[in-house]
């Protein structure tokens, strides 16, 4: 089983930065993409931003030149530093990643329990 533990959520104001942290552990083989999604009252998850084991990356344009996806692949963890934040930030973050159990695993998609970020104007 693979756990994945999110931090760094809370309330600032319009402006502001936040950084959310997400650290995977259990059984873990390898790990292929990490990502952040999003879900605001009434509406459908989102992808914020996801990263390949490699470094690359992909941004929703609507976070683009304001966030910044980065993993540390040693620990098994994944950030999203969020700068200039707006209102419409607001939101449930929750990330994911790909992980291998083993070298003929499947891979599989988890998910952090979320973590509440809420931009005040």
């Known amino acids: 089983q693979v756990q994945l533990v999110e931090s760094g959520g809370g309330l600032v104001q319009a402006g502001g930065s936040l950084r959310l942290s997400c650290a995977a552990s259990?059984?873990?083989?390898?790990?292929?993409?990490m990502g952040w999604y999003r879900q605001a009252p009434g509406k459908q998850r989102e992808l914020v931003a996801d990263?390949?084991?490699?470094?690359?990356?992909n941004y929703a344009d609507s976070v683009k030149g304001r966030f910044t996806i980065s993993r540390d692949n040693a620990k098994n963890t994944v950030y999203l530093q969020m700068n200039s934040l707006k209102p419409e930030d607001t939101a449930v973050y929750y990330c994911?990643?790909?992980?291998?159990?083993?070298?003929?695993?499947?891979?599989?998609?988890?998910w952090g329990q979320g973590t509440q970020v809420t931009v005040s104007s």
């Open positions: 259990g059984s873990i083989f390898s790990i292929n993409d």
């Open positions: 994911n990643a790909d992980v291998r159990s083993g070298r003929w695993y499947p891979e599989y998609r988890y």
């Open positions: 990263i390949t084991s490699g470094g690359s990356t």
